[in-house]
């Protein structure tokens, strides 16, 4: 086993830093790559070639790394990160500007509701809208311009005090 695999160290560090491009990764790769052959060498083919065993091991356990590295990310110890790296914007006032939408959208009348969403959610075009709603293409524009004055105006004072702005109390005796 030693006067086949041996010979083939050099070539499989130049192929191991060819593919991972640095040269630590690489010699680390070729002793991962090596252990292996070890361990399975009594699962190679006897009539196959040693040398394309060894270097598909080799190029099997790179890509693997590479994939590795992918999904787990640039690794940073902590010491050299800025403590700006670690915070995170809140998520609440995301939510609840969402949840302002979907509120505001209960608010509004079907038709517009349905333009609003076929072009804005939906991403159709204006004839595509009006294909869809059978309705000329002027409509679909007017409906839209309306509905999407009317939404910027709940989310901006909410339904329940745009609901009752225009209302006047009264005393009564």
Known sequence: MMALVEPLIPSLRRYARSLLRDQNAADDLVQDCL?????????RRIDGNTRTWVFTILHNLAINRVKQAAR???????EHVDEAAFATAPAQEDRLHHRAIVDALSWLPEDQRSVLLLVSVEDLSYAETASVLDIPIGTVMSRLSRARHRLAQLIDEGPDRSATAGAVLRRVK
Do not use: D, F, K, L
Not at 72 to 78: Q, S
């Open 35 to 43: 252990e292996r052959v070890i361990s399975r060498w009594h699962q």
């Open 72 to 78: 787990r990310g640039v690794h940073v110890t902590v």
